[in-house]
């Protein structure tokens, strides 16, 4: 049969089919309709492409966001974060090394114990003086933040008095000050009103503000401790004085003196 019969012409590829004859019914019978109008197959033939753009990739290269995950590996370590130019796993590392450094610091840097509860002040023991290992501390005002209060308040606590020139006062008191952190306790660095600057300075060096700042104001505590090095005096959660460490190092170890101080010393040895 010639090629050029009308029952076997095939549309114009402008996409005219005005030289299909109307006698041909074959479309009819399969049930296909060709508009007057080939731009009403428009969202037809845009559908058709997005769905081979899908499937196939598009000129550019195969689309690495739609692509599946191997099998066993979750989609976001394959998936590419187009928006910042970072692959996944390279995020994933990132965020381990963190979590691994933070950790490492959590555990070496020093931990603070539960604080303890001040007990009741002790009865004032007879045959001691005030100040001393085994007695209470001086009944003397002390200015917190230029609020007087007595000393005698603050309990359980490690108390630093520090003298005017002190250039070994910033290791040791640092290294009161970690260790006290250990069993809950607070610093409290003590000196005349003169020295209140000296103090803050102090506090913030040594202890990162963690310590009090206590003005001696009636020179109760710096003429009991007076010296040309620091001392630490010990107090017990009763107002009792466990122990007095002077001129301690910066490697000096305290734990045997701390750890009784949150418990009443009354009915104890002293250190």
């Known amino acids: 049969m010639p090629a050029s019969s009308d029952s076997t ?50 000129a550019a290269g195969p689309d690495f966001s739609q692509r599946e995950a191997p099998p066993g590996l979750p989609r ?10 970072i692959s996944g796993p390279l995020i994933i590392a990132v965020l381990l090394t963190v979590a691994v ?3 490492f610091m959590t555990i070496l840097a020093p931990s603070s114990g539960p604080t303890p509860l001040p007990q009741p002040l002790a009865q004032a023991p ?23 209060l007595n000393v005698q308040r603050f309990r359980p606590v490690v108390m630093a008095i ?10 040791s008191l640092r290294n009161a000050n970690r260790q006290a952190r250990e069993f809950g306790l607070r610093l409290a660095i003590v000196g005349a009103a003169d020295q209140a600057a000296q ?30 090095t620091p001392t630490l005096v010990l107090v017990h959660s009763d107002g009792i004085i466990g122990a007095i460490v002077r001129d301690p190092s910066a490697t000096q170890r305290l734990e045997l003196q701390l750890a009784p101080l949150a418990e009443p010393a009354l009915g104890r040895p002293a250190i």
């Open 162 to 171: 520090v003298p005017r020139q002190c250039p070994t006062c910033e290791d």
């Open 76 to 85: 976001f370590l394959t998936r590419r974060w187009h928006g910042v130019g």
């Open 101 to 103: 450094i933070g950790s």
């Open 9 to 58: 012409r095939s549309a114009d590829p402008t996409g005219s089919h005005d030289q299909l004859s109307p006698a041909d019914s074959s479309l009819d019978d399969l049930g296909v309709v060709i508009p007057d109008d080939p731009s009403a197959l428009e969202g037809e033939r845009q559908a058709l492409l997005d769905e081979q753009a899908r499937g196939l990739g598009t």
């Open 126 to 148: 007879s045959g001691f003086t005030p100040g001393e290992v085994g007695a209470l501390l001086p009944s003397t005002n002390v200015e917190l933040d230029g609020v007087p």
């Open 199 to 228: 103090l803050s300075d102090l506090s913030r060096s040594a202890t990162n503000r963690l310590a009090a700042v206590l003005i001696d104001v009636n020179s109760g505590l710096t003429t009991v401790y007076a010296g040309s």
